[in-house]
């Protein structure tokens, strides 16, 4: 049993409140969306960047999406959030694959649909984030799933996914 003593009490009280005081405040509602929005659409651009142009055809088999297609599929969503984040209703279109068969279209593609939906993050403020978090949440959580996806295909391809190589 640890008997405290008056002043061993008194310098954990210090310390707590010390500690209290230099803890960050939790993000409020805007800052976690924006952030992990910001966080998931740069870890799909880099991918989209990073991964070969000879490669971008490639699917682990015939019934899923090439890498190419799973970038342009994962910007459908990215355009889903701009749009209907700006009061549009709208549905969730897929991108037609077609015009986008190469690296660089798809990687200007990805470009323009996160600044996309940047602005209209960057419009909303911070109150509209209390009073709802749709569309955010769904395109955050869609992304991270197909990124998840991808880091597959790089595996398959004996690539190393970006997020996992060490940092220098």
């Known amino acids: 049993m640890i008997k ?3 002043r061993s009490l008194a310098l954990l009280v210090l310390a707590a409140a010390a500690f209290a005081q230099t803890a960050p405040p939790p993000p409020s509602p805007a800052q976690a969306i924006r952030g992990n929005f910001d966080s998931s659409a740069k870890r799909v651009l880099e991918m989209a960047k990073d991964f070969p142009a000879d490669k971008y055809d490639f699917r682990p088999n015939k019934e899923v999406r090439s890498f190419g297609e799973v970038i342009v599929h994962i910007c459908g969503g990215f355009q889903f959030a701009a749009n209907r984040g700006r009061g549009e209703n709208v549905k969730w279109d897929e991108f037609d694959y077609q015009p986008y068969k190469t690296k660089a279209l798809i990687v200007a593609l990805v470009e323009r649909q996160i600044a996309d939906a940047n602005a209209t993050l960057k419009d909303w403020s911070d109150d509209r984030f209390k009073e709802t978090i749709s ?3 769904s395109v955050i959580e869609h992304s991270a799933e197909h990124y998840g996806q991808l880091v597959v ?3 398959l391809n004996g690539l190393i996914p ?5 940092k220098k």
Not at 162 to 166: C, D, I, N, T, Y
Request: charged share 20%; proline share 21%.
């Open 4 to 6: 405290a003593t008056g």
């Open 135 to 137: 569309p955010w949440v």
């Open 162 to 166: 970006p997020e996992s190589r060490p």
């Open 153 to 155: 295909y790089y595996r």
